[in-house]
């Protein structure tokens, strides 16, 4: 698949330094020379060719709000029905599963540390599970830009 000079230049310019502000695919359309929906139809159409898989910005989540990681032993055969709840969850997003004896992974975000530990405690009631929870000890940074040879790829 040939990508053009303009998706090109999305992809290379706004891997970091997302524009922060009412109207970020104007500013990327502007910094690019196209129109808005230009902008907003070229990433939907690489994000569908599955070119990339995601446009958003990326921020300290200990700055928004608490969060951690958590895990469920679920027993096999109610897996689905235990990951259903855990995404009908407030603040639950990153649900998966794993081959573990802790088979259910799953992020919980909230505002503050009481309201996170109170979504939990009720969680845990619902499910009728333990609910191992892994907070941040240390965090990385890990930067997933990527410098692209366009001239090297087919």
Same mark, same amino acid.
């Given at each position: ?14 891997? !970091? ?123 990385? !940074? ?13």
């Amino acid at each position: 698949m040939r990508l053009d000079h303009k998706d090109r230049q999305l992809i290379d310019r706004f891997q !970091h330094n997302l524009p922060v502000c009412e109207r970020p695919f104007l500013a990327m359309a502007e910094e690019v020379g196209l129109a808005e929906e230009e902008v907003i139809g070229r990433l939907e159409a690489l994000q569908a060719r599955e070119v990339i898989s995601r446009v958003g910005p990326v921020f300290e989540h200990r700055r928004a709000g608490a969060s951690l990681l958590a895990a469920v032993a679920a027993p096999e055969e109610q897996i689905d029905l235990i990951a259903a709840c855990i995404n009908h969850a407030p603040g639950v997003n990153h649900n998966y599963a794993r081959e573990h004896a802790y088979n259910l992974w799953f992020v919980m975000t909230a505002p503050d540390e009481e309201t996170l530990d109170e979504r939990l405690d009720e969680l845990e009631h619902q499910l009728r599970l333990p609910i191992l929870r892994l907070p941040m000890v240390e965090g990385y !940074h890990i930067d997933l830009g990527f410098d692209i040879d366009w001239e090297s790829l087919p």
